[in-house]
């Protein structure tokens, strides 16, 4: 057996040899198999790159084929409309029709009912009828009119076409200075079933034909969805009037009286403000806004008002002209302790409003954000220095009242030196004691002021006051400077030509132009801006309202280069710009001005006929044109050459 095992490992062991006598390869043969695999892999990276440029190419030609398709492109007008609605909704009445010109569906976006109430369709000027321009045109009309204006226009009984088509979606309705009788009044309020505010303005033909409808002749016309009554401007409103109005508004929640009972008798009178009191003591937990500005009240009247139970008022306007008495109960006193949650305070006119009355209302109404105390006359710094304990004050109007010096302003607005409240908007016009001072350390406090109304006070206004403006009031959307005459070009852009060293020029980083979010610009009566203001400054892309009326001194060349620089401006002033206004100028500002609804030419008399057909070819959206005492417009019916304006009415 051992012999033959011998025997067989010896037949295995043939085949084979040990690791030592394996040849090791030569340098030339590693060499080989090195440029070998080099060349593999080479090839495989070539082959590797092609199909990576087939890929590319591939993706590039599909890139480019849905380019071409737009598949790529923003189709903004492809959002959703929820979308679409909600960016809408920002946009102010001339930008929500202009965006409607886009495309179809940016254009039934502009139709949802919610956008629709931000247009008012204002009638003006006509005689009423189905079946004449312009109420014709709205007869084959499919939008919707929600609010609905009429300015001296005369109504003709059974012309009920517009009124059956378009009264079921009319929510806002007013009549101004119209001739309108009882019975149309109440057939076109029985055809707005969703009416919610109504505003009657100087409609004496209204009041005069008024006759109490009897007891047999119907049922009761109720109006349950008013919730806002509007009077203004008249002495003919009777008690059966009032009385009627307010039973058939059940709901009413803001009830308006503003300049009424102007003329009327003092029993008259009274008999209406015991019908207000009444009413008041009845709907005292709905009312939230009562607006008596202007219009006679008594003592007794202001007593019983405080004296309502459950009565919240949250904005409350009326004029107070009586006397506060040293003995005794005091109706507007009690008024203001009564009152103690209002968020609008408006005394505008209140020649009896005294520094006590504004102590009492910055002790009990503390909540108040809205106050306004034009032309009250008594008002000093005693009284305005307890300004400082309303800390949720966000406007306030103290224009025109005399008294008023740095003191009261410093101390009320600013005690201890710190801002105590936000204040958004700050109305200091016609203050002859302000100074320079009080301008500066209020610019530089609060600095998020929207709206600033400085008009007439020439002595606090310089070039210094307006650098600390620009420094500080960066979010000013509203600035009037009116007659504001000490403001020089220096002011505005910066720059001095002549400093106190010598002829060299000298520069201020502060000009108009860090106002980038400004609205509305008044600088009327400032006769020391010339050109160079014009040229250097007014890069407002968002101005929508200018007023240079009076600015002498500002030639075709400086107005020609701001409204190339604002080309947006809706309302522009030039009234009395009589040197330099011409029918040169009137064609640019009419050929870049495409928005321009408003046009003051008051007092220009270098203008000709010439200036009415530039108007007439290039003003598509013009609503207004001012031309009076303009001396060579010889023709003598400027309507005529004007009748192609479409929207021209004024």
Known sequence: MKEVNKDENKERGKGRSPISSIPLPTIEQ??????????????????????NEVLRNEMCNAYKFLVNYAYFEPNFEWLPMELLIHIFQYLNTRDLQTAGLVCKRWFDTTQYFRLCKKILVHFQIFKYSDTAQPMNYFLSCTRYFPNIKFTIVKFTPKNDAFWDLHGDMIEELSFNSCIIYKPEFLRILKSCPRLNYLCISRCDDLYKSWNIMKKSNGTKMIFSKVNTLKIHETSLLTKPIFNFMITSMPNLTSLNLENCFGSMKARERTEILDSIIEYIERQAKQI???????????????????????????????TFNGNIPTIGKCGILLLIKAQNNLKIFDLTDSKGLSNLCLMEICKNISTLRKLILTRCWLINDVGLREVRKLQFLEVLDISSCDRVTDLGLLEGLIPQGKKFFKLKELYLGLLPYMSILAV???????????????SGSSNSINDEAIQMIFRYQWKLKRLNLDCCAKITDFGITGYSEHSELGNCKNYVPYNLNNLKDLRYLNISGCYQITDKSLLKCFDLPDLKELNISRCHNCTEV???????????????????????????????????????????????????????ESIKFNCKYLKSLFIRRCRFIINNNPFEVLKNVKYIYN
């Open 30 to 51: 590693v060499y080989c198999n090195a440029l070998q695999k080099n060349d593999n892999e080479k090839k495989i990276e070539e082959e590797n790159k092609s199909e």
């Open 288 to 318: 939230k806004t009562l607006n008596l500005l202007n219009t006679q009240t008594d003592l007794i009247f202001l007593e019983k008002l405080a004296e309502t139970e459950n009565l919240k008022l949250d904005e409350l306007r009326l």
């Open 440 to 454: 500066y350390r209020l610019s530089q406090q609060y600095d998020e002021l929207q709206v600033l109304d400085l």
């Open 558 to 612: 400086g107005i020609q280069s701001l409204i190339k620089k604002c080309p947006f401006i809706e309302q522009l002033d030039m009234s009395e710009c009589s040197r330099h206004v011409t029918d040169s100028t009137i064609e640019i500002v009419t050929k870049y001005l495409t928005r321009l609804e408003i046009l003051k030419l008051n007092g220009c008399d270098q203008i000709t006929d010439e200036s009415l």
